[in-house]
C-alpha cells in the first residue's frame, strides 16, 4: 500500500483543498479523504462513504495526479499519517451524528 497527500490551493469553494488517499499495490485507489476550506470533509473506503465522494475510476499514476485537469505531483505520506487522518475523520463523523452511508457511485 502507498499514501499520498494532496494540497491543491484555489478559489473553488466546491473542490477540496486536500487530498489524502490510500492506493493497493495494484494503483486502485482504496481509501480517500478530501479536505475543504470550509473545514468540511468526506470520506469513503469503497463500502461506505461520507458525502459525495467516489474513489478514483482509474488506476493511479505513480508520478501524477490529475486534479480537475491540473497535473500535480503525488507527496507519499506515511501510512501512520494516513491512518491518523482517517481515524480522525470517521470520530468527528461518529461524534457529530454525521451517518455513513452504502458506497454508490455518484
Do not use: C
Request: glycine content about 4%.
Amino acid at each position: 500500500m502507498k499514501y499520498y497527500k494532496i494540497a491543491w490551493k484555489h478559489n473553488l469553494k466546491e473542490e477540496p483543498s486536500l487530498i489524502l488517499g490510500e492506493i493497493n499495490d495494484n494503483l486502485w485507489e482504496v481509501r480517500r479523504i478530501e479536505f475543504f476550506q470550509d473545514g468540511s470533509f468526506r470520506y469513503t473506503d469503497g463500502y461506505k462513504k461520507v458525502g459525495d465522494i467516489d474513489l478514483a475510476e482509474n488506476r493511479m499514476d505513480e508520478k501524477l495526479l490529475n486534479v480537475d485537469g491540473e497535473s500535480v505531483r503525488i507527496i507519499y505520506i506515511s501510512k501512520s499519517d494516513f491512518e491518523n487522518e482517517w481515524n480522525k475523520a470517521k470520530k468527528y463523523a461518529s461524534d457529530n451524528h454525521i451517518p455513513e452511508r452504502n458506497y454508490t457511485k455518484s
